[in-house]
């Protein structure tokens, strides 16, 4: 291949190349019409590149190889964008005089564009001769406008896969800097948060000022905040991986009712505005993920503390009948706007509230996807300052 050809071409050439049936295009043109070299050429305004040849005469035009551009038909076909057909040169009155046919010593030649499906200009579909050769037929003419209509399709296709095998090499090093994402979030961010909580819990136990306690404590908060927004986010991007969300069921009420009081000292600890009540009955077994109902009570809690009024209860009822297991969040807030309830599980979307807080805004989301898991739903009302979530799912 020639290096000093640009990207562009040396890739069209390439395509070409990778059609299979061009060879045996090339030999039925020279075996149909009696002429001894034929090819495939690229052409733009400023090249004229052979891209595949069937070549008995040695005209010696391999793929890569040039001519100037100026001495060529094939550079007058761009322009005017007309088939060319010269049984002899001698007799012919528009090439007779010619400088093409003098130049590489011809004296039959034919080329017809070829087009892309997009319209654009490619190149042509030639051959050549040094004895005349009988061209101008409807047979050869229409042989010449099937291939080079044929080889148009090939290209396309070809192109078309070419940029699906790019697209998926992209989204397979994409998954890859993802991969590694969640592993920054699983592990190298958890493990020094831990810590930090941690180092939190031991001062707080320290004999220190108040003014000291106060700070330790925000820092203890930030650390719980950071914890969810972490879960969230890995869990978005699990999602957005097509792994979605997995389950670890087990049947358990103690650890359930255990786990759900957890979460509501977690955000007591953190938040002492609002006033936590729970009621919280269990008179069935109920199969669940443990862990991922929790963490949907976190989120819908969070979401409560972020957005309702300050200083007004949270209300949290966690129960099952015979058939359902129900939990709730209610609190008081400023009514969900319309046009944001219908979309308030969506990734990214945030209540629009005057109370609101910034956020990732996947935490409603992710909560509705640990419901989807269970074979649940997780659904909202907003009745004046009313706000309920509420999460069922059958048993």
């Not at 000291?212 to 203890?220: G, L, M, N, Q, W």
């Amino acid at each position: 291949m020639n290096k000093n050809l640009g990207v562009d071409i040396q890739h069209d050439i390439e395509n070409i190349n990778h059609i299979s049936s061009i060879p045996s295009m090339l030999n039925v043109i020279c075996q149909t019409t009696g002429m001894r070299f034929a090819a495939v050429a690229r052409v733009t305004d400023t090249k004229w590149v052979t891209c595949v040849s069937q070549d008995d005469i040695n005209f010696g035009l391999k793929p890569g190889d040039e001519l100037e551009l100026e001495t060529t038909i094939c550079n007058e076909i761009r322009r005017h964008t007309n088939p060319v057909v010269i049984d002899n040169v001698l007799e012919d009155q528009d090439y007779c005089d010619h400088h093409t046919p003098a130049k590489y010593g011809f004296k039959s030649y034919i080329s017809f564009p070829i087009y892309r499906k997009n319209g654009s200009f490619f190149g042509t579909l030639c051959a050549i001769d040094p004895e005349p050769a009988k061209l101008d037929n409807d047979q050869t003419k229409n042989l010449f406008q099937l291939y080079t209509e044929l080889i148009s399709f090939h290209l396309e296709s070809i192109e078309e896969l070419n940029y699906t095998k790019n697209i998926l090499k992209e989204e397979k090093k994409n998954a890859k800097l993802r991969e590694t994402f969640m592993a920054v979030l699983g592990h190298d961010l958890r493990n020094p948060l831990m810590s930090t909580r941690l180092c939190a819990d031991i001062l707080l136990q320290k004999d220190i000022n108040e003014d000291a306690k106060k700070y330790v404590s925000s820092i203890k908060s930030s650390s719980f905040r950071m914890q969810e927004l972490i879960d969230n986010l890995l869990d978005f991007t699990k999602s957005e991986l097509g792994q979605g969300i997995s389950l670890d069921l087990e049947k358990s009420n103690d650890k359930l009712e255990n786990a759900l009081k957890q979460v509501i000292q977690e955000i007591e600890t953190t938040d002492s505005t609002h006033e936590i009540i729970p009621v919280i009955s269990f008179n069935k077994q109920i199969s669940c993920d443990t862990n991922r109902v929790s963490q949907l009570l976190s989120n819908l809690l969070s979401n409560a503390v972020k957005h309702g009024f300050p200083s007004t209860p949270i209300y949290i009822n966690a129960n099952n009948s015979e058939d359902q297991f129900v939990l709730e969040v209610i609190n008081f807030s400023n009514p969900i706007p319309e046009n944001t309830i219908n979309d308030i599980f969506k990734p990214f979307t945030t209540t629009n509230s005057e109370t609101k807080k910034d956020g990732l805004g996947l935490g409603l989301y992710i909560a509705s996807e640990i419901a989807k898991a269970h074979n649940g739903k997780l659904e909202v009302t907003s009745v004046k300052d009313k706000i309920n979530f509420k999460f069922s799912m059958p048993l």
